[in-house]
């Protein structure tokens, strides 16, 4: 707002000089560049150490570690015991009724990925809200 009261005028103005990258569609990935692609056993297995570690450090009432400021965004499941509880009875449920279904539609030799997405949303959302 401007000193008037009234709405400000607002711009937007674009660089000069503009850049693009142009990026490989998936089908044209060699099968071992879409390997590395993924993270490795060792780097999910270091992530989720790390991910622990602050969560434990948070819970101890701590804001700090080695110079930076924690943040528990996003690891509010693993704070509080009772939501990491429910969080992961959700997880299992939610794996199981896609397996499940996975099985009834090789079973009936059907298959529709968006039935077994809308269960699996079913069941998945909740944990969004939280």
Do not use: C
């Amino acid at each position: 707002m401007g000193d008037d009261g009234g709405a400000r005028e607002r711009k937007v103005r674009f660089h000069g000089r503009v850049q693009f990258k142009t990026i490989r569609h998936v089908s044209d990935f060699s099968d071992e560049e879409i390997q590395e692609g993924w993270y490795r056993k060792k780097d999910f297995m270091r992530m989720s150490e790390e991910v622990s570690e602050i969560a434990q450090l948070v819970a101890q009432g701590k804001e700090s570690h080695n110079g930076e400021e924690l943040s528990i965004r996003g690891l509010e499941h693993l704070v509080e015991e009772d939501v990491a509880d429910y969080r992961a009875e959700k997880m299992i449920a939610s794996i199981d009724a896609v397996l499940d279904e996975q099985d009834e539609q090789r079973d009936e030799d059907i298959n529709d990925p968006e039935i077994i997405a809308k269960l699996y949303t079913e069941i998945a959302t909740p944990l969004l809200r939280e």
